[in-house]
């Protein structure tokens, strides 16, 4: 009863940036499946590391923006309807509960990630491949939640902040405002539920970005910050 809706909820977020990238894509009637596989990835992207306002910018607009609260109230109403947990009851307040904690979750999550990336000298932002190829970009994808850019160069490193972000919102959501009858086991099965809502993330990301003046684009969640146009000029 409870592993269904916390899936849902640990997707929804994701799920909702998805959907914004891929908008273009769905005026233009184009069907998804063979966009994914047939858009380039802009090869030999200089890396350009974000700076401060950058970095806050897309800190500000993960934790507190409107996918944080569109999903928080998306998965606090499917809690709601499976009664999770049950000692919140199916109230007003019980969703006002459920919704604090969806929103709580991520908001602890984000500012972890983004915390301790500063501290780290870690860059967390994604970053589409230069390759080319469904598989290679796939692949890009998932190698990109575990690992994040360092230095000027922006080398790939394992990055601390992205395996250890997931985990300390929910653990802190069971010893913080959960039921009693929830523990380090809970915490660390739903931190495993965040970690691949941000591998569906990722692959989002990749494969839907709609071009330099995408919302996407503007919150600096891929390569395009700061990054050339690489349509060609009028």
């Avoid at 919704?99 to 932002?125: K, P």
């Avoid at 394992?158 to 913080?176: D, E, N």
């Avoid at 990749?206 to 349509?231: C, K, Q, T, V, W």
Wanted: aromatic share 12%.
């Amino acid at each position: 009863m409870k592993s269904r809706p916390t899936i849902i909820l640990l997707l929804a977020v994701p799920a909702l940036s998805l959907l914004a990238g891929a908008q273009s894509l769905v005026d233009s009637g184009a069907p998804s499946g063979a966009v994914a596989i047939t858009t380039p990835a802009y090869p030999d992207l200089a890396y350009i590391r974000p700076t401060t306002e950058m970095k806050l910018h897309s800190y500000l607009f993960d934790a507190f923006g409107p996918y944080p609260i569109a999903g928080s109230a998306l998965a606090a109403g499917i809690n709601q309807a499976d009664n999770a947990p049950p000692e919140w009851k199916q109230s007003f307040a019980g969703y006002s509960k459920r919704f604090g904690s969806d929103f709580g979750i991520n908001a602890v999550t984000i500012t972890t990630r983004y915390t301790l990336a500063q501290a780290l000298h870690e860059d967390t932002l994604y970053y589409r491949c230069e390759c080319t190829g469904v598989f290679p970009r796939f692949r890009h994808a998932m190698v990109s939640t575990f690992t994040g850019r360092r230095g000027e160069d922006g080398h790939r490193v394992f990055s601390i902040s992205a395996i250890v972000a997931p985990y300390a919102g929910t653990m802190t959501a069971v010893y913080g405002w959960y039921p009693s009858r929830y523990n380090a086991k809970d915490g660390f099965r739903l931190g495993n539920y965040s970690l691949l809502g941000y591998v569906a993330e990722n692959v989002a990301l990749e494969f839907f970005y709609s071009g330099p003046h995408s919302l996407i684009h503007r919150m600096h969640l891929n390569n395009g910050h700061a990054a050339p146009d690489p349509s060609p000029a009028p």
